[in-house]
C-alpha cells in the first residue's frame, strides 16, 4: 500500500472581517484517499488516480461544506513531493494548502508539528 504523509494549512475566514486564519494541520495519503486533519476538523476526500500516476498538474472538483472546491495537484520532482491547493468557485484565495511525500523525499528530515 503507497502511504504519504505530510503538511496542510487551511485558511479560515474570520466572522464579520476580511482577514483569514491559517491552520496547521496534517496530510496523509494511503493509496487514493487524502486526510487532512487540523485542530477542530478534518477533510477527507479522494484523488482521480494514485499519486505516482499523476507526476503533472490537474485540477479535481470536490464537494464542501460551502459548494465545490476545485483542487490542484503538482509534482515537485526535486523534492520528490506533491502539492496541493484548494479554492472556491467563486474565489481566487487558497482555502487549503497541502503537500505529501514518501518517506524517501528530502522533505521527511523537516520537524512534524
Same mark, same amino acid.
Given at each position: 500500500? %503507497?502511504?504519504?504523509?505530510?503538511?496542510?494549512?487551511?485558511? %479560515?475566514? %474570520?466572522?464579520?472581517?476580511?482577514?483569514?486564519?491559517?491552520?496547521?494541520?496534517?496530510?496523509?495519503?494511503?493509496?487514493?484517499?487524502?486526510?487532512?486533519?487540523?485542530?477542530?476538523?478534518?477533510?477527507?476526500?479522494?484523488?482521480?488516480?494514485?499519486?505516482?500516476?499523476?507526476?503533472?498538474?490537474?485540477?479535481?472538483?470536490?464537494?464542501?461544506?460551502?459548494?465545490?472546491?476545485?483542487?490542484?495537484?503538482?509534482?515537485?520532482?526535486?523534492?520528490?513531493?506533491?502539492?496541493?491547493?484548494?479554492?472556491?468557485?467563486?474565489?481566487? %484565495?487558497?482555502?487549503?494548502?497541502?503537500?505529501?511525500?514518501?518517506?524517501?523525499?528530502?522533505?521527511?528530515?523537516?520537524?512534524?508539528?
Amino acid at each position: 500500500m %503507497m502511504k504519504y504523509d505530510g503538511f496542510a494549512t487551511m485558511f %479560515m475566514r %474570520m466572522p464579520m472581517s476580511t482577514s483569514t486564519l491559517p491552520v496547521q494541520g496534517s496530510c496523509t495519503v494511503e493509496e487514493r484517499r487524502i486526510t487532512l486533519k487540523f485542530p477542530f476538523t478534518g477533510i477527507e476526500f479522494e484523488l482521480p488516480g494514485n499519486p505516482q500516476d499523476c507526476r503533472t498538474e490537474f485540477d479535481f472538483k470536490i464537494r464542501g461544506v460551502r459548494g465545490d472546491m476545485t483542487m490542484t495537484i503538482g509534482y515537485i520532482s526535486e523534492l520528490k513531493a506533491y502539492t496541493g491547493v484548494g479554492k472556491q468557485e467563486d474565489d481566487d %484565495m487558497p482555502v487549503l494548502t497541502f503537500c505529501f511525500f514518501p518517506i524517501d523525499s528530502p522533505l521527511t528530515r523537516l520537524p512534524k508539528l
